[in-house]
């Protein structure tokens, strides 16, 4: 089965500074890897996929991921944090079975201060 | 643009009532899911529907049940409401063959007391 685990359930940077929001998957498959986001009081949007093609995913609001299968790995990062990217974000695995359900990480609350 | 609504935003219910959260999209698509979000927990599968009529069970669907009349509705149903069902839950939906990118609507909070 597949998983993906969040290593951190917070993350406190300061604006202007880097992010990194950091992800590990299990998969006996070639994975299909995901991160969406879901700003207070509001549903959850995608940011990025990862299906195969380029290993570096470039999503909206400058955030971008790298798969690396050696690692099992997808993390998540954007190199200036903003105050309007404080939100939580869900690291999220792709089954590839006859109907590719979503199977979503624990999530990670960032905080971004002035 | 996607357009996800539910019915409710807040819902505070009494043990043992029957709830029906109501999930409408706009865009035509085929699939339409409901999850429970929980702090610590994610978001799990409780009901998918790929179909007018077809539902199939996601990971924790006890408890519950849906319906799906018509393409654009999906309806989840606490026959008798339980405090351990209190939660956030999130509608999404998706066009066929594409399960994987799915447009979520903004949840309903709903406390059962």
């Known amino acids: 089965a597949q998983s993906v685990t969040q290593l951190d359930s917070h993350v406190s940077v300061s604006e202007g500074t880097p992010v990194l929001l950091r992800c590990n998957y299990s998969?006996?498959?070639?994975?299909?890897l995901f991160w969406y986001v879901q700003h207070p009081n509001k549903g959850l949007q995608l940011l990025l996929k990862y299906t195969s093609a380029a290993t570096l995913v470039k999503g909206i609001n400058g955030f971008e991921a790298e798969f690396k299968k050696s690692e099992t790995s997808f993390h998540l990062t954007k190199p200036s944090a903003h105050m309007s990217d404080a939100a939580e974000y869900f690291c999220?695995?792709?089954?590839?079975?006859?109907?590719?359900?979503?199977?979503f990480g624990t999530g990670t609350r960032l905080l971004v201060s002035p | 643009d996607v357009k996800v609504t539910q019915s409710s935003r807040y819902l505070v219910k009494r043990t043992g009532e029957k709830v029906f959260l109501e999930c409408v999209q706009d865009m035509d698509h085929e699939n339409m899911f409901w999850y429970r979000q929980d702090p610590g927990l994610g978001l799990r599968l409780i009901y998918f529907s790929y179909d007018v009529k077809m539902k199939e069970k996601g990971d924790i669907p006890e408890g519950y049940s849906v319906s799906r009349e018509k393409k654009e509705r999906f309806s989840l149903i606490l026959e008798s409401a339980s405090t351990n069902q209190t939660s956030m839950y999130l509608c999404?939906?998706?066009?066929?063959?594409?399960?994987?990118?799915?447009?979520f609507g903004p949840g309903t909070r709903l406390t059962v007391l």
């Open positions: 999220v695995v792709s089954e590839p079975t006859g109907f590719q359900k979503l199977v």
């Open positions: 999404a939906s998706s066009k066929a063959g594409n399960t994987d990118t799915q447009y």
């Open positions: 998969s006996s498959y070639s994975p299909s």
